[in-house]
């Protein structure tokens, strides 16, 4: 089963990229403009048509008003793409928002900044999306019904697309996105040819939507402007992702962001001034671009390569936020704001958790609003309006605190971006609270109290594990008392006999929880085994079979340096993860094992004939799996002395040279008292690695080892806020032929 995972993700994501690879991943210009500024490119398609639903909702005459209105939003485009390239000459690995408020502002402006920028990101994908099938069912109204559906389908092949690798996404995004400038070009140069020469060509307008009679006031017009500045959305994407660029990378990405503002300003005017001319108008079926360039070209293929593209562009929009959210949900990590498994690399050097973060949140507001773009817009632009005030505002420190050369009208420039910026969040704020963005407002605060949540979680947690190595050290020699679970006779009990034999050579005991479905002759077989030393002790389970064996465990001495270890042994007929939930009192018992104090819960599994007569072994080994020289993996060292190993020692495996080193500093540091060796992850994976150094070790057929892994226990939701880790090597290591795994459990609650 695990092998048809692993050829299905390498089907899918493609082969693992070592850790120094990361340079080959770097983009040129040609390839990090389709990738960064995709959003702000496409934007051009419904920006004008947002702000079209306001004016024509209030006067069907107020249309025209829409570009002036456009030049307004061009400007402040200008304004924030310029104070955006200062911003990146400052920052050279990353100029987003949370980078500038946090140097210059302080903790909470740059968390208030963070938590804007992912509500914007994930927006951003739903928007993008909706709007790029909008654009398909308008040239094929039949998939109207299915747009929901086919949303969700974009969103899982960007998905795909983009945990593939950055450098992959560039080529993949290539064609579409200057395929869609291209042809945007030639729709507005026609278009405003035509008008020059012979007049403007009429729009179709079908199914358009009402239009109001009320009277034009200034709020309307700020309604309009704040819908319309939905054409500022992705410009902090290239500034979050400075470090994906070739070098001089503050170099490259600034001239990107220049030449993405000057395309995108020139269509989005010249896309605002014919749906003026041209009579376009809002509708509940066509996009107002779909009918500019279906009057531009009424006959012949063009129109329909226009709206391929355009569905392709809109549709890899989306791709901005794909680089953005996880760029800067890893900065939130490293910071210990956000789970700190989001500051991992896949296996194609990407931020694998927050790209599927950010889809799956973007696929649950796409089904909850079916898809509606309008519905979406409502809840947009408040988010990115926040950050881009907070960083412009966070530059301006920065220019008055440095004084580097030119600072004065740096940070004048810095000042007008954030003026502007923070007028049309105020703007956008009165004029869309009541229609959604309060939902934002509201998530905002609480993505904030998240974040300070986590971090003192993470603080609270690591300065536990730092004060307990006190403890542990100063803790009496360590003593184990050895328990053996019997369920039932099989070649599994006797592999578990062995080594409860080899890791008590004093005596253990053997135990049984009696069911409805006991063999009756179980008591009599096992003596067998053992010539009644020990005795199997059958218990009482008038609340459960498992809570009979708790009970009795409770009955046992145990503490700082006081183990009990339970050995549970499993037979399998097949490698199947499946059958290992079906053995439910052994499944169920190991999940109680793991929350009851001072008890380590030691996996024998056993694949293959239960009648099998497997040699007994003659050497055994013990290694300490180690994440740290912390009190938890301290703690399992000593418990490992207590094992009576041939062999004992700590590995740990380590994703570079930095953290390896820092590890072996801190194991030094705490005295752990065992040796430690460490070996590469290049591929920043345990899971192979591990696998075969494990396989050197039981090369020799007369060798066991068992695996010692320190276990973090926590209650309730703050489990999530950990990687997992000790799950995945259960799940690797459980039909690993001649290898035990010893869960020792750390209780941090």
């Known amino acids: 089963m695990a092998v048809n995972v692993d050829s299905l993700k390498r089907f899918l994501v493609g082969t693992p990229l070592a850790s120094g690879q990361m340079e080959e991943t770097y983009l040129s210009k040609f390839l990090a403009l389709p990738v960064f500024a995709s959003d702000p490119l496409s934007s051009v398609a419904y920006a004008t048509e947002a702000a079209l639903v306001v004016l024509v ?17 061009a400007c402040l485009l200008a304004i924030v793409v310029l104070s955006y390239m200062q911003t990146v000459h400052a920052y050279e690995t990353s100029g987003g928002a949370y980078i500038v408020a946090k140097d210059n502002l302080g903790t909470l402006p740059s968390l208030v900044a963070a938590a804007a920028l992912l509500t914007d990101y994930i927006l951003t994908v739903a928007v993008s999306v909706a709007a790029g099938i909008l654009a398909i069912t308008s040239a094929a109204p039949s998939l109207h019904p299915y747009r929901v559906e086919l949303c969700l389908a974009c969103v899982v092949a960007l998905t795909l697309a983009n945990l593939r690798g950055v450098r992959e996404a560039g080529f993949l995004f290539a064609l579409p996105t200057y395929g869609f400038v291209l042809a945007l070009f030639a ?45 500022l959305t992705g410009v902090e994407s290239i500034s979050n992702g400075v470090n994906a660029f070739k070098r001089p990378q503050s170099r490259n990405a600034a001239e990107t962001l220049a030449i993405m503002g000057a395309i995108a300003i020139t269509l989005f005017l010249t896309v605002s001034w014919l749906a003026v001319h041209m009579h376009a108008r809002p509708s509940s079926t066509t996009s107002v671009l779909s009918q500019i360039a279906h009057g531009v070209f009424p006959t ?48 194609r050097l990407v931020y694998s958790n927050g790209i599927i973060l950010v889809a799956g949140l973007a696929a649950a507001l796409i089904a909850i609003f079916a898809a509606n773009v309008d519905s979406l817009l409502h809840l947009y632009v408040l988010g990115v309006f926040t950050a881009f005030t907070l960083s412009q505002y966070g530059m301006v420190r920065y220019w008055k605190r440095t004084r580097d050369r030119g600072w004065r009208w740096r940070m004048a420039l810095n000042g007008l971006g954030a003026a502007t910026t923070l007028v049309v969040t105020l703007v956008v704020i009165e004029t869309k609270f009541t229609q959604g963005a309060w939902a934002v407002t509201v998530a905002i605060p609480l993505m904030v109290a998240s974040f300070c949540g986590t971090r003192r979680h993470y603080k609270r947690i690591g300065r536990r594990l730092r ?69 199997l002790e059958l218990l009482r389970a008038d609340d459960g079979r498992v809570d009979g064996v708790i009970d009795f465990l409770w009955g046992l001495p145990r503490g700082e340096s006081q183990f009990v270890t339970v050995i549970v042994p499993e037979l399998f ?44 072994p003659k050497r055994l080994v013990a290694r300490v799996l180690a994440s740290g020289g912390h009190a938890a993996t301290m703690r399992a060292a000593r418990f490992a002395e ?20 820092r590890v072996r500093r801190e194991w030094d540091a705490n005295r752990v008292p065992v040796p430690l060796e460490t070996r590469e992850a290049p591929y920043r994976d345990l899971g192979l690695p591990l696998r075969e150094y494990l396989r050197e070790l039981t090369s020799d057929p007369d060798t066991v080892v068992v695996v010692v892994m320190p276990e973090l226990v926590l209650s309730g939701w703050r489990r999530l806020l950990h990687n997992q880790r000790s799950l995945y090597i259960k799940r690797l290591l459980l039909f690993e032929e001649r290898v035990f795994l010893i869960s020792v459990p750390y209780r941090l609650d």
Not at 509 to 515: D, E, K, T
């Open 57 to 73: 909702g209030v006067s069907a005459a107020a249309a025209h008003l829409v570009f002036p209105v456009s030049i307004a939003i």
């Open 187 to 231: 729709v507005v140069a026609t278009g405003i040819g035509k008008c020059v020469v012979s007049g403007c060509p009429q729009a179709h307008v079908s199914h358009p939507l009402a239009a109001g009679t009320g009277t034009v006031t200034l709020f309307v017009l700020l309604r309009a402007f704040a819908s319309g500045s939905a054409a």
């Open 300 to 347: 012949g293929p063009m129109y329909y390569i226009v709206q391929g593209f355009t569905l392709a562009v809109l549709i890899l929009a989306a791709n901005s936020s794909y680089q953005g959210f996880p760029r800067l949900a890893a900065l939130l990590a490293r910071d210990r704001f956000f789970p700190r498994q989001f500051v991992s690399l896949g296996d």
């Open 467 to 535: 004060a307990g190595v006190a403890a542990v050290a100063a803790a009496p020699p360590p003593t184990n008392q050895v328990v053996l679970y019997v369920e039932s006779y099989d070649a599994a009990l006797r592999e578990a006999l062995w080594f409860a034999r080899r890791i008590a050579p004093d005596g253990f005991r053997a135990i049984h929880a009696p069911g409805a479905r006991t063999d009756t002759g179980l008591r009599a077989r096992f003596r067998e085994l053992t010539d009644i030393d020990p005795d």
């Open 573 to 616: 007929g097949r490698r199947s993860l499946v059958s290992a939930f079906m053995h439910r009192m052994e499944f169920g018992l190991k999940l109680r094992l793991l929350t009851t104090p001072g008890v380590a819960v030691a996996d024998v599994p056993f694949v293959g004939d239960p009648d099998a007569d497997v040699p007994a």
């Open 642 to 661: 207590t094992l009576h190993a041939d062999d004992t020692r700590g590995v740990f495996f380590g994703f570079d040279a930095h953290e390896a080193e």
